[in-house]
DNA sequence: ATAGGGTTAG
């Protein structure tokens, strides 16, 4: 069962999403959708009077849902006669994007008569910009007050681990609907309290909104039975209920079964939005199924989630993660409206294969159009520093992080410099940021170091990074391996063997390695040391074959990596065995020559096995991409594109 | 307009 994902079984629909017959799926079978907006009366005598202004309205609250403010502006200025409403619209682009609280106000202060939309929204771009203690004063200036402003300060308080506070509230809330439950049963979840998200859900008046967000929360505890349970009990739905689906198998490592529950979605006749391809093409990327990215590409690209920044911006992300960066790029090139997620995961997916020149100019063409990055932007600009050694530009970029973009450094960043300076082997610069660092460093911070002194043979700082790193993560088994590495390393076999035993008094476990590959739109698994593939012999055979090219041209096997106390014979066959080898043995037997062969992994690349995949992808001439835990490594003529460094 | 679903990073 494990070794054949057989993506063969379309998981995917037969017929395709049917986005022309918009209305046709409101009363299928088994699912209704519930509407939110009511579609009320077609025509009321001054609806006819005022056409123009409503059509211009929904015009400009497209705009500004597509993100696309400009045109939304280009028809505000151009409608002669404006209404509440028209303005509304313009300011609820600021509210959901966030991050121009002044120019919001600007626009809020020229609404000729502000209404309780008006000040709601401006709660809303309060508390996204400033928090909810500015929220909560805004909300006290306000004359005129209803449900959907308290909401809007309930959610804030629940959103930011605030529960006692948001209790206190909606005690004290005039009245309350399906919103002001839901908020409450999302906020405990938040808060890690499913007990009394399960009493407000069972307290709450039956609605979609609460029961999704209980689904959602059942999902976030890993409780998949009861939200499934509950999902198939409600007999009224939406989209978003679906989506909380989709998203809670993808979260709970079920992948396939999303792609299942998005066909049976689609056969419904529920069209999926850019939400659902967000989660179904993350799922994708976990299991590294790059035909059926392919298959959900071209779903997409005969529909109108085209022109949806959300669906591409997951179909570049795929892309990248299944290791075809050049179709990322293309789709990137082709996207009309980016948003700064788009760039963030074009930017990184360049900095993560490597392409550290490519990850840069993109930074740079990125800040010339005015977009301003985030924390995520950073991480993925200093690991493309590092990929191109140039420290000194890491440096600067992690400084005016702060003082330029007002970004504040997160344990990510410091890992990222630590990183930085291990490979260019400034091993005490790294230490010496480690001890300034603002907040306790957590364990990738050392993990990191760790790596950096086995490469560089710095036994005295693996020490104080193992020593830190068991502390901080007691079962992480890097703290030991690496650390025996680093005193294999430097041919300190006491020390070696000193750390083994102290590994096995810990109990600490290793966890399996195992390695897949995807051929004929088959994903095959291989563990180490493989015994149920059917294909072993001839895989074996292969790689014996492999072995003694291997040797010829110069390989030693690394011992180092075989971590049992066996001879050296015996080593060597384990070696070989490693699921990586078996993978890449087995790529290079069923796929044909120039073919590049994609692996991936569940552990970082063992040293022995990033050694041996260069000579194999020199000897077999071919291109071998290798994904581990960290990033991607490309093998070709010999060289990976990480230098040896990883 | 307020809620429930979400991509980048980890």
Known sequence: MRHFRNLRSSILPAAPPSYAKARSFSTTQHTQIATNSSPGPATRPDAIRHWDVSAANKQISRYVRAGDLDSALRLFNATPFKTTVTWNSILAYYAEKGGKLGDAQKLFDRIPEPDVVSCNTMLVCYLRDSGVEAAREFFHKMTVKDVASWNTLVTGFARSGRMREACDLFEAMPERNCVSWS??????????????????????????????????????????????????????????????????????????????????????????????????????????????????????????????????????????????????????????????????????????????????????????EGNKPDWITF???????????????????????????????????????????????????????????????HAPVFGTLLGACRVHKNVEIAEFASQNLRRVDPANAAGYVQLANAYASVNRWDQVSRVRRLMKESAVVKQPG??????????????????????????????????????????????????????????????????????IAFGLMRTVGGVAIRVFKNLRVCGDCHTATKYISAIEGREIIVRDTTRFHHFKDGKCSCGDYW
């Open 514 to 583: 195992c390695s897949w590959t995807e051929v004929g739109k088959v994903v095959h698994e291989f563990r180490s040391c493989d015994r149920l593939h059917p294909d072993l012999p001839s895989i074996l055979e292969k790689l014996g074959e492999l072995g003694k090219k291997m040797k010829a041209a110069g390989y030693v096997p690394e011992f180092e990596y075989a971590l049992h106390d066996v001879g050296d014979e015996v080593k060597e066959q384990l070696l070989l065995g490693h699921s990586e080898k078996l993978a």
């Open 183 to 368: 908020a409450m049963v999302a906020g405990h979840v938040e808060a890690g309290d499913l007990g009394n998200a399960e009493k407000c859900f069972s307290a709450a008046p039956e609605s979609v909104p609460a029961w999704t967000a209980m689904i959602s929360g059942y999902m976030k505890f890993g409780k998949v039975d009861l939200a499934e349970k509950l999902f198939w009990d409600m007999r009224v739905k939406n989209l978003v209920t679906w989506n909380a689906m989709l998203a809670g198998y993808v979260e709970n490592c079920e992948a396939s079964d999303a792609l299942k529950l998005f066909r049976v979605m689609v056969e419904l006749g529920v069209r999926p939005n850019g939400t659902s391809f967000c989660s179904v093409l993350l799922g994708i990327s976990n299991l590294s199924a790059l035909s059926l990215g392919k298959q959900v590409h071209q779903l997409i690209s005969k529909s109108p989630m085209m022109e949806d920044t959300t669906a591409c911006t997951s179909l570049i992300s795929m892309y990248c993660k299944c290791g075809v960066l050049d179709d990322a790029w293309r789709l990137f090139v082709e996207m009309r409206r980016k948003d700064l997620v788009t760039w963030n995961a074009m930017i990184s997916g360049y900095a993560q294969h490597g392409a550290g020149m490519k990850a840069l100019s993109l930074f740079d063409q990125m800040k010339e």
């Open 379 to 441: 991480v993925a600009v200093i690991t493309a520093c590092n990929h191109v050694g140039l420290v000194g530009l890491g440096v600067q970029h992690f400084e005016s992080m702060k003082t330029d973009y007002s970004v504040e450094a997160r344990p990510d960043h410091y890992t990222c410099m630590v990183d930085l300076f291990g490979r260019a082997g400034k091993l005490d610069k790294a230490v010496e940021l480690i001890k300034g660092m603002p907040f306790p460093p």
